[in-house]
């Protein structure tokens, strides 16, 4: 026993140094649980970032295309503005001919309605003097004739001498009756 409890003890520093190593093991034993834990964490974290940053530039992509067409879509509206803008102002200086051209079409309406009343009030004229010169050439004539019922604009019905009816046409002034 003697002999055994010489060998426990020197063994036992030994043993004590295996106990440590037995606990060092255990304890790297759950380092390396806790560190394959960690490394299984690392690894999921990194493929959502992979994940992410995939989408990442795949919505980058889309809104550079999108961005893209919305430039060229931007561009045509653009360009359908220019065209716009050159035909308004093209559809402006057509509008102001026409405005000068209907000046010049009014002046000239106001010009012949001018020389229209003027010829109307030319031919009234010489309707009356015909009427006063026969009338006179009927009384040289006829000095007892009664010339009241004569007129240029009078007319033979059934007859009688009646005044004409109103005329269809407003705008042709009719000289008063004696």
Same mark, same amino acid.
């Given at each position: 026993?003697?002999?055994?409890?010489?060998?426990?003890?020197?063994?036992?520093? &030994?043993? =004590?140094?295996?106990?440590?190593?037995?606990?060092?093991?255990?304890?790297?034993?759950?380092?390396?649980?806790?560190?394959?834990?960690?490394?299984?964490?690392?690894?999921?974290?990194?493929?959502?970032?992979?994940?992410? $940053?995939?989408?990442?530039?795949?919505?980058?992509?889309?809104?550079?295309?999108? *961005?893209?067409?919305?430039?060229?879509?931007?561009?045509?509206? &653009?360009?359908?503005?220019?065209?716009?803008?050159?035909?308004?102002?093209?559809?402006?200086?057509?509008?102001?001919?026409?405005?000068?051209?209907?000046?010049?079409?009014?002046?000239?309406? *106001?010009?012949?309605?001018?020389?229209?009343?003027?010829?109307?009030?030319?031919?009234?004229?010489?309707?009356?003097? =015909?009427?006063?010169?026969?009338?006179?050439?009927?009384?040289?004539?006829?000095?007892?004739?009664?010339?009241?019922?004569?007129?240029?604009? $009078?007319? #033979? #019905?059934?007859? #009688?001498? #009646?005044? +004409?009816? +109103?005329?269809?046409?407003?705008?042709?002034?009719?000289? +008063?009756?004696?």
């Amino acid at each position: 026993m003697l002999r055994a409890a010489t060998i426990m003890k020197a063994i036992e520093p &030994r043993l =004590t140094l295996a106990d440590q190593w037995e606990h060092r093991c255990v304890k790297l034993t759950g380092d390396m649980k806790l560190l394959n834990q960690q490394k299984t964490e690392v690894e999921k974290e990194k493929e959502e970032v992979v994940t992410a $940053k995939s989408k990442a530039e795949k919505d980058l992509e889309d809104a550079l295309a999108d *961005a893209r067409g919305k430039g060229i879509e931007l561009q045509c509206l &653009r360009d359908r503005e220019a065209g716009l803008s050159a035909d308004v102002e093209a559809a402006k200086k057509g509008l102001l001919a026409e405005k000068s051209r209907a000046n010049q079409a009014e002046a000239l309406l *106001a010009s012949a309605e001018k020389a229209r009343q003027e010829l109307v009030k030319l031919a009234e004229d010489s309707v009356k003097a =015909t009427e006063d010169n026969l009338k006179e050439q009927i009384l040289l004539l006829a000095p007892d004739f009664d010339v009241s019922k004569i007129g240029a604009w $009078k007319e #033979v #019905v059934d007859g #009688v001498i #009646v005044d +004409p009816p +109103p005329p269809e046409d407003q705008n042709v002034d009719l000289p +008063p009756q004696d």
